[in-house]
């Protein structure tokens, strides 16, 4: 079992910053791939930005040079900095856990992001 914590999110106004945090604990170990999930109302969960244990990374296209996420391996931990926010971006982000080797998955309880004026 894997445990994740979020923290950060809120409201911002456009064009603003948030910074979203994600602690995991429990049965982590070899190989895995951390990252951020998001549902906006009425639409499915998309893929926002993952980054493998190795270092490797990826983004959804509409916000590649807007967000950057980073991991600590060594605590076991995953951030999201969200700059220029859009009012496209406001959902529900879920932090997630997974290891391609076995095959879990793990999600964080998520948290609001709201982009409004």
């Known amino acids: 079992q894997v445990q994740l914590v979020e923290s950060g999110g809120g409201l911002v106004q456009p064009g603003g910053s948030l910074r979203l945090s994600c602690a995991a604990s429990?049965?982590?170990?070899?190989?895995?791939?951390m990252g951020w999930y998001r549902q906006a109302p009425g639409k499915q969960r998309e893929l926002v930005a993952t980054?493998?244990?190795?270092?490797?990374?990826n983004y959804l296209d509409t916000v590649k040079g807007r967000f950057s996420i980073s991991r600590d391996n060594a605590k076991n931990t995953v951030s999201l900095q969200m700059n220029s926010l859009k009012p496209d971006d406001t959902a529900v982000y879920y932090c997630?856990?997974?290891?391609?080797?076995?095959?879990?998955?793990?999600w964080g309880q998520g948290t609001q992001v709201t982009v409004s004026s």
């Open positions: 980054a493998t244990s190795g270092g490797t990374t």
């Open positions: 429990g049965s982590i170990f070899g190989f895995n791939v």
């Open positions: 997630n856990w997974r290891s391609p080797i076995t095959g879990d998955v793990f």
